[in-house]
């Protein structure tokens, strides 16, 4: 009897502690925290100082994100991530729907890098290589994927670490990029 009552009492604090750490660290839609996105040191600064070759096409640097004027997500990604694989239909459906993003493959392969991209479909409008990983580590990037929500003067507004879902782009990211296009 007491056996029993002891588990039940685990359970019932670890439901509690889940329930907790759930209603702190999860937001609700449309409050404040849920368009907070996950923490981040570049939050409201400039975008740190980079140049990177293209992975496809043409890369992108620093002033390129200073002088475009309207927001641009910013996606840096590796093909050695499950959590990038995972949400890449996610990217697929955003840029189906005219979304632009930029990519960053970060600690890749060029050979894995474009492989993938050719397999699975590009999402993103311009992709650069970053085969060190220098710039990802001077955005604070700590895992992939990382994605970065630039206003049109190159400061940072949003960023998430971890993979988008459909909710986390309804909910989080369209809302930050409707209000930085006006």
Known sequence: MFIVLGVLAVLLAAGIAVYAFWDEFVPRPNTPAAL????????????????????VGPGFETRDLLTRRKPIVVKFWGTWSPACILEYPVLMDLQASRLEMWGVAFRDSRTNALDYLERNGNPYARVAHDVAGRVASDWGVTSAPSTFLVD?????RWARTGPLTAQIVARELLPMMERYSN
Not at 36 to 54: A, E, I, K, N
Not at 152 to 156: H, K, L
């Open 152 to 156: 049109g003067e190159g400061i940072v």
């Open 36 to 55: 907070r996105g996950s923490p981040t040191r570049l939050q409201d600064q400039r975008v740190p100082g980079f140049t990177l070759p293209g992975l």
